[in-house]
């Protein structure tokens, strides 16, 4: 088994740590992570300047780039493998609904699945690391459960899980992901040479977080399990857009 590990927090996160940690005595295990935080950075690629690759002291090689970037180079020249697992996080916060859209943490997943490779994404609800090492333990009994069943085709998988100490033994549920209300407003500052500024601001509450979304689950003390596609095609739209503007289907 060989287990390709990125995230979005940087390579010096406590939540990727505990997630190589946790899946060590599965296999062979290379991570390859930002050398920055690049949280919300989504799918982004770097085109406009050549990307280095660095080693830390821990083994641990890290990309000057986004996470799209790490999993990208890793699989089209760093490694001279393809992994069996691709697997991100464990992320600073949750990775739900809307919010998957600007994930770095499902983005690297992302990319793994789109080379063909099965990928997990991982995410703890609420900030600030609390009960890490549980969190880690889900994800190893989780990636056990993925191998176990088989890793025969490519899929993509988003896992939060809220911060809990027995989060290994909380039950895990099949979800689709809610939506949020639109984000609240920008949050204006003054820079030092009196430049008006601008912070991205919160996101909205979750607007659509009934039995079967993500939200529902986390917030019932439940691990949520979301299957993902990349096809953004609003099929049922199809014939609709076809006979507002006369084209064939």
Not at 129 to 144: I, K, T
């Amino acid at each position: 088994m060989r287990i390709l590990i990125a995230n979005d927090d940087g390579y010096l996160a406590p939540g990727l740590m505990a997630l190589v940690k946790a899946c060590e005595g599965l296999g062979q295990i290379d991570v390859i992570a930002p050398e920055q935080n690049a949280s919300g950075t989504s799918n982004s690629l770097t085109l406009g300047r050549p990307l280095s690759v660095y080693t830390a002291s821990n083994g641990f090689r890290y990309v000057n780039g986004t996470p799209s970037d790490c999993v990208h180079v890793a699989l089209t020249g760093l490694l001279d493998y393809k992994p069996d697992l691709v697997l991100s996080g464990i992320n600073n916060g949750a990775n739900m609904g809307d919010d998957t859209l600007y994930s770095g943490t499902v983005a690297a997943a992302t990319e793994g699945f789109l080379f063909g490779i099965p990928s997990i994404a991982f995410s703890q609800v609420d900030k600030g690391w609390g009960q890490l090492d549980a969190a880690a333990a889900l994800a190893r009994s989780l990636v056990e459960q993925v191998i176990a069943a088989g890793l025969n085709e490519a899929f993509l998988l988003n896992v939060n899980i809220p911060n809990q100490a027995d989060a290994a033994q909380l039950p895990r549920r099949i979800t689709r992901l809610g939506r949020r209300h639109a984000s609240e407003a920008v949050i204006r500052q003054q820079s030092p040479r009196g430049e008006t500024i601008y912070w991205i601001g919160p996101a909205g509450d979750a607007r659509e977080a009934g039995q079967g979304t993500d939200f529902f689950a986390t917030a019932n003390n439940m691990v949520s399990v979301t299957p993902l596609q990349v096809d953004l095609t609003h099929h049922a739209a199809l014939p609709v857009w076809a006979g507002r503007l006369g084209l064939p289907l």
